[in-house]
């Protein structure tokens, strides 16, 4: 119960609008091993880590973690006492991975979009947006100050008729894969249409960064494309922590002198700078995505065939698609009382009525594993009449 001070922001009557709409929020207690987690007391198999990779409890990847740490963090920005370096070795790294002249590690990918794109655009430039772009994105966006267009979900050409019609200096964002559809930007198209209309181009790839492309260097380098600045997550395909944005010389330098969330925050703990240097050369092997896109084949297969429906993903995140926020919420629930751990994403993270359990394979899924959740899901799916 909210106190009577805080009555003037309405609490309780946004509490209650929450739970009336199905949009109510609550935290598990998840501890995670392997491909399971304990949730709330009960062991399921874990359907929604960004753990692609299986790298995060590897234990070449924890080791190097525990060798480096000295301290739990260098309590300082990185301008002041905490350009530790093991960061400028990551940076190093992270751009030859990213095929850059350089890169620029922030503490978490959030971060990284919202120094990026608020320190490059202003109140003078446009930028363009897909409309599904990561929230993160579009916080990066508003706090620009920036005009922004936002364009259909992929649709290239309505992007091409918004940049036509816009003057001063451009750029256009998206996701490299869509992290609430799996599905993959038009970044062919997306480059013909900056290149066209002088547009910087920038693309979150959180979630294709060292899952897709040669040498997994992520969606721009599988699509062919040169891309101006790549920003990305380390908790993701890496298992580690922290973001990066990897892009030119000189726009590393406007990030140090300008970037209000490079430059007012503490710098990324060093054990896990350290962790990420010892994890990349692990990731960028092959072996792992391998036997993750077996997993994405055989588990999207069962789904489709129990009559699911999964949108356009072409990678390890799978959309299943419900529709009611109340039905997601009610079929996650069934899964996991059937030992199965998946996520309902609702409003604002998907449009009203596009409720969605948000699926995620890793590489640490066997086939029993797979086998088995697709028969849990068909089971909860029929039992909640999703399917
Ligand atoms: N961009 C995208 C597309 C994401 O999905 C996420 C995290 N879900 C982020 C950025 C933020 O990354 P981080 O978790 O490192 O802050």
């Keep these: 119960m909210a106190s009577k001070r805080s009555d003037a922001f309405s609490v309780n009557e946004r509490l209650a609008a929450l739970e009336r709409d199905g949009l109510y929020r609550t935290l598990k207690n998840v501890r995670i091993g392997g491909p399971f987690a304990t949730v709330d007391g009960k062991k399921a198999l874990l ?17 190097a973690a525990a060798k480096a740490l000295k301290h739990v963090s260098q309590c300082s920005s990185r301008l002041i006492a905490g350009n530790d370096p093991s960061m400028m070795a990551l940076e190093g790294l992270l751009a030859g991975h990213r095929g850059t002249e350089a890169a620029l590690v922030y503490p978490t990918g959030y971060m990284a979009n919202l120094g990026a794109v608020s320190a490059l655009a202003g109140k003078n430039s446009t930028i363009f947006s897909d409309e599904l772009n990561h929230a993160s994105i579009i916080d990066a966006c508003r706090l620009s100050g920036a005009r922004v267009e936002v364009f259909r979900h992929n649709d290239i050409d309505h992007l091409e008729k918004l940049a036509s019609r816009t003057k001063g200096s451009k750029m256009v964002i998206t996701e490299g894969i869509f992290s609430m559809d799996g599905d993959s930007a038009d970044l062919c198209r997306i480059s013909e249409v900056a290149e066209r209309h002088g547009m910087m181009t920038i693309v979150d790839d959180a979630h294709g960064d060292f ?20 920003i990305s997550s380390m908790s993701k395909g890496l298992g580690c922590f922290g973001g990066y944005v990897a892009t030119s010389k000189g726009i590393r330098e406007l990030l140090i002198n300008t970037s209000r969330q490079f430059i007012y925050t503490s710098a990324l703990p060093d054990h896990l700078c350290a962790a990420a240097v010892a ?26 065939d129990a009559g699911f429906t999964l949108g356009n993903s072409k990678s390890q995140i799978i959309p299943v698609i419900v529709g009611a926020e109340r039905k997601a919420m009610d079929f996650s629930r069934e899964l996991l009382a059937n030992g199965v751990f998946a996520q309902a994403m609702r409003y604002p993270t998907v449009k009203k009525g596009s409720a969605r359990l948000r699926v995620s394979l890793t590489a640490l899924h066997g086939k029993a594993h797979i086998e088995a959740a697709a028969g849990v899901f068909a089971k909860a799916g029929r039992k909640t009449g999703v399917i």
């Design 279 to 304: 994890t990349v050369p692990i990731a960028k092997k092959g072996d792992l995505q391998k036997r993750l896109f077996a997993n994405i084949a055989q588990f999207s297969g069962m789904l489709k």
């Design 211 to 230: 899952i897709f492309g040669p040498k997994f260097a992520g969606v721009p380098a599988l699509a062919g494309v040169d891309t101006d600045v790549h």
């Design 47 to 63: 359907l929604c880590s960004n753990d692609y990779l299986g790298l995060a409890e590897d234990g070449r990847v924890v080791r």
